[in-house]
């Protein structure tokens, strides 16, 4: 199986501050086709996940500009600028290459 | 509106069987795979498995291939995850999510709780 490891964020963030979350996996996610199979999901308190990014990059409909993702075929990015308190939550990311579509352990942002 | 709504949930004893339905609306289910995905209390997602369009392929995570069985009718745009020999380590939030190369939409999921 295809692991994915998460980093951890120095909580809490200031609003308006920027936040960074890591994510690498075990094996290059890079696929022949050119994208790559790396999905962020948001994941609210008390609510269920949310799609995020897709393809390491691209944007789910939606879902606010100030979210970004990037990253090589193995060590991904998910980039949050100008905090606010609607992102509270824990950050998945997910691998979709190849069975199981492993999840990462969860990344917690919390504000201040 | 995608709508996508888990039931079935419930408290269960260990070694018993349970089946959870994903009731779908709102899109063309017969078009897509569909996957479950569970959370136990204070965890983080573990994929279960996914399904195709006509059920011809069905992917599990290894650790639940011998326990757990998904299924559809396209005919009633419902998902199912049949679970059977319950332990106490299945205790969890189970959703229904669409799959396309991501999981897009998700349910609000239904609790199963394994106790005696």
């Known amino acids: 199986d295809i692991v994915m490891t998460q980093g951890a964020l120095p909580n809490p963030v200031p609003s308006g501050e920027s936040a960074s979350i890591t994510c690498q996996s075990s094996?290059?996610?890079?696929?022949?086709?050119?994208?790559?199979?790396l999905n962020w999901y948001l994941q609210r308190p008390g609510q269920s996940p949310q799609l995020l990014i897709y393809?390491?990059?691209t944007r789910a409909s939606g879902v606010s500009d100030r979210f970004s993702g990037s990253g090589s075929g193995t060590d991904f990015t998910l980039k949050i600028s100008r905090v606010e308190a609607e992102d509270v939550g824990v950050y998945y990311c997910?691998?979709?290459?190849?069975?199981?579509?492993?999840f990462g352990s969860g990344t917690k942002l919390e504000i201040k | 509106e995608v709508k996508l709504v888990e039931s079935g949930g419930g408290l269960v004893q260990p070694g018993r069987s349970l089946k959870l339905s994903c009731a779908a609306s709102g899109f063309s289910f017969n078009d897509y795979w569909m996957g479950w995905v569970r959370q136990a209390p204070g965890k983080g997602l573990e994929w279960i498995g996914e399904?195709?369009?006509?059920?011809?392929?069905?992917n599990y995570t290894p650790s639940l291939k011998d326990k757990f069985t998904i299924s559809r009718d396209n005919a009633q745009n419902t998902l199912y995850l049949q679970m059977s020999k319950l332990g106490s380590e299945d205790t969890a939030i189970y959703y229904c999510?669409?799959?396309?190369?991501?999981?897009?939409?998700w349910g609000p999921g239904t609790m199963v709780t394994v106790s005696s």
């Open positions: 997910q691998q979709f290459l190849e069975f199981p579509f492993t």
């Open positions: 399904i195709n369009q006509d059920s011809s392929t069905i």
């Open positions: 393809w390491m990059s």
């Open positions: 094996k290059s996610l890079l696929y022949s086709d050119g994208k790559t199979y």
């Open positions: 999510a669409r799959a396309d190369w991501y999981f897009d939409f």
